[in-house]
C-alpha cells in the first residue's frame, strides 16, 4: 500500500530461531536427571507459551484492525473520481507503462492488492488523480461505446421468418454458422473457412402503376434480418455496430474503436462481428485534402489490420453490409479478408409469394383474400415494401372496427402505400427532375467515356414523355383557365 501512502508495519515471525531454541530447550531437558527441575523447566516453559499465546493474539487483533483500516483506505480512494486509462505494458512487479486519456504515457506504481493476471495490454484501468497510481481494473466493457449482445438480447428472427432468399439463406450459414459449431469438418477436409462475408445488394426500389411518377426510394432487402437470424442460430457472441460510429471527434479514437471491437471478439469467441453500412468508412482512397478525410482512411487501414490480424483458430467472424458496394475499397474485398460476397436483389416472383406467406401466416384474413392477386402484379417490391403494405392493410381493418382483413384493405393498403411516397413537397423537385431527365437524351459516362443512348421506347421513359406532353398542354391552357372568355369579354366592355 505504499504506493498510495498506506504505511503498514509487517512483523514476520523468525521460525528460524524459534526451532533453535526449542532444541536446546529439549536438549536441556533430556541432560536433566532431577525429575523435579525437569517439571519445574516444563511448567516456566508453558508459562512462557501462554505468554506467547497472548502476544500472538494481541498482534493478531492488531493486524486485523490495520488489514480494516487498510481496506478502508482503498475503498476511499476507489470511491472518489478516478482517471480512465488505458494498460499499455508491465515494468515489474510493482510497476507499469499506462496511457491517459490525454494522449500522455506515464510510468505509474500498481497497486499491491491487484490481480496480475487481469492485466493485460489494452486493457482499461483506473488511476488516482493525483499520483496517477493504478488502483483499479475495470471490466472489458467499460469505456468502450461497443455493446455485445447478452444471450437475453439476441434477436428471436429465425431462418423461416425470412421469406424467400433460400440461395441467401445457404450462404450466410456455410460462410458463417457452419464454421462456428463445426470447425472440425474445415479441418478435415483441409481448407480454411471463409474469414468475412459481405452482404450487397440495392436498396428497395418500387414502380407502381398507380405512380404516375418515377422515384426511387431506400428500403432494406433482408440483409440486416438474415444477419439477425443468424445471430439467433448461432450460440457465439455478437457484437453490431454501424460503420459511422467509427469516425469520432478526435483523431486516433476510430483506429482504438476498431481495435476494442476485435479485441472484444477474441476475447468472447467465437462471436460474430456485424458492421453496418461499411460504405461509411471503407469508401475507395484518394488523395486526401482535410483531416477528417485522413482518419477515415486511417480507420479503414485499422480495419485492414485487424483483419488480417486474427488466425482461424480465434473463430471471429466478420459481417459486412452496404448497399453501395462499387464504392469499397479494392482491399477490403480481396479474398483473404472478405472471402463470400452475397448479393441480395429484389425478390422474384416465387420470392414475393414466399414473403407474403410468411408475413401474413400469423394474420387474420378473409376467405376471399386471393395473395395470389397481389404477388402478380408487375410492381418491383422489396420485402420492406411488402410487410408495409401488410401491416397497412391490418391497420385499416382496425381503423373500421374488424377483427378479419379483407381485400378491400389490401387495395387501401395499397393506395396509401403509393400514396405516401409521393408528398407535395416532393412534386416540384420530381417535375423540374423528369424535365432535365426528358431534355437528356446523351449520357456521357464518367469512367468508360462512351456515350450511351437512352431508348424512346423504355416504359420508363415513354412515361416521362407523357409526363411532360400533360405539363406543357397544362401550361398552355393555364391562361385561358385562369382568365375565361366572359372574364375577358367583361373587362374589354367595362373599358369600352
Given at each position: 500500500m505504499d504506493e498510495i501512502g498506506i504505511e503498514i508495519t509487517r512483523n514476520e515471525p523468525t521460525f528460524e530461531s524459534v526451532v533453535s531454541e526449542k532444541a536446546a530447550f529439549y536438549h536441556d531437558l533430556q541432560e536433566e536427571e532431577d525429575l523435579y527441575l525437569k517439571y519445574k523447566k516444563l511448567a516456566r516453559h508453558l508459562e512462557m507459551l501462554d505468554i506467547q499465546e497472548n502476544y500472538i493474539k494481541d498482534e493478531q487483533a492488531n493486524l486485523k484492525r490495520e488489514l480494516i483500516r487498510a481496506q478502508e483506505e482503498v475503498k476511499r480512494i476507489q470511491s472518489v473520481p478516478l482517471v480512465i486509462g488505458q494498460f499499455l505494458e508491465p515494468i515489474d512487479q510493482h510497476t507499469g507503462i499506462v496511457?491517459?486519456?490525454t494522449g500522455s504515457n506515464y510510468v505509474v506504481r500498481i497497486l499491491s492488492t491487484l490481480d496480475r493476471e487481469l492485466l493485460k495490454p489494452s486493457s482499461s484501468v483506473a488511476l488516482h488523480r493525483h499520483s496517477n497510481a493504478l488502483v483499479d481494473i475495470l471490466p472489458p466493457e467499460a469505456d468502450s461505446s461497443i455493446a455485445m449482445l447478452g444471450k437475453e438480447e439476441k434477436p428471436d428472427v429465425a431462418y423461416s421468418d425470412v421469406g424467400g432468399m433460400d440461395a441467401q439463406k445457404q450462404e450466410i450459414r456455410e460462410a458463417v454458422e457452419l464454421p462456428l459449431t463445426h470447425f472440425d469438418l474445415y479441418k478435415k477436409i483441409g481448407i480454411d473457412p471463409p474469414r468475412g462475408?459481405?452482404?450487397?445488394?440495392?436498396?428497395?426500389?418500387?414502380?407502381?402503376?398507380?405512380?404516375?411518377?418515377?422515384?426511387?426510394?431506400?428500403?432494406?432487402?433482408?440483409?440486416?434480418?438474415?444477419v439477425k437470424a443468424v445471430a439467433h442460430h448461432t450460440t457465439a457472441a455478437f457484437i453490431r455496430v454501424v460503420g459511422s460510429e467509427f469516425v469520432q471527434k478526435y483523431l486516433g479514437e476510430g483506429p482504438r474503436m476498431v481495435r476494442d471491437v476485435f479485441r472484444l471478439a477474441r476475447e468472447?469467441?467465437?462471436a460474430i462481428i456485424f458492421i453496418d453500412e461499411i460504405d461509411a468508412i471503407a469508401t475507395k482512397r484518394f488523395d486526401a485534402q482535410t483531416g477528417a478525410d485522413r482518419e477515415v482512411q486511417r480507420i479503414l487501414l485499422e480495419l485492414l489490420n485487424q483483419m488480417d490480424g486474427f488466425?482461424?483458430?480465434s473463430n471471429v467472424k466478420v459481417i459486412m453490409a452496404t448497399n453501395r458496394a462499387d464504392t469499397l475499397d479494392p482491399a477490403l474485398l480481396r479474398p483473404?479478408?472478405?472471402?463470400?460476397?452475397?448479393?441480395?436483389?429484389?425478390?422474384?416472383?416465387?420470392?414475393?409469394?414466399?414473403?407474403?406467406?410468411?408475413?401474413?401466416?400469423k394474420m387474420n384474413l378473409g376467405p376471399d383474400v386471393d395473395l395470389e392477386d397481389y404477388v402478380s402484379r408487375p410492381d418491383r417490391l422489396s420485402s420492406a415494401e411488402i410487410a408495409s403494405i401488410v401491416q397497412a392493410a391490418g391497420l385499416q381493418a382496425v381503423r373500421k372496427n374488424r377483427y378479419v382483413i379483407l381485400p378491400v384493405d389490401f387495395e387501401e393498403a395499397w393506395k396509401v402505400s403509393c400514396l405516401d411516397l409521393f408528398s407535395t413537397s416532393h412534386v416540384i423537385f420530381i417535375k423540374t427532375q423528369l424535365f432535365f431527365t426528358s431534355q437528356q437524351t446523351v449520357k456521357r459516362s464518367d469512367e468508360t467515356?462512351?456515350?450511351?443512348?437512352?431508348?424512346?421506347?423504355?416504359?420508363?421513359?415513354?412515361?416521362?414523355?407523357?409526363?411532360?406532353f400533360r405539363s406543357v398542354v397544362w401550361l398552355l391552357l393555364l391562361p385561358f383557365i385562369m382568365f375565361p372568355p366572359s372574364a375577358i369579354q367583361h373587362i374589354f366592355s367595362s373599358h369600352l
Open positions: 496511457g491517459s486519456t462475408v459481405l452482404l450487397y445488394g440495392p436498396p428497395g426500389m418500387s414502380l407502381s402503376q398507380c405512380m404516375p411518377l418515377s422515384y426511387t426510394f431506400a428500403l432494406g432487402t433482408g440483409k440486416t434480418m438474415l468472447n469467441s467465437p488466425d482461424q483458430t483473404g479478408r472478405l472471402d463470400r460476397k452475397i448479393e441480395f436483389p429484389l425478390p422474384s416472383r416465387r420470392e414475393k409469394r414466399l414473403i407474403f406467406q410468411t408475413v401474413t401466416n467515356h462512351e456515350f450511351c443512348e437512352f431508348s424512346l421506347w423504355n416504359p420508363r421513359m415513354h412515361l416521362t414523355m407523357v409526363t411532360l
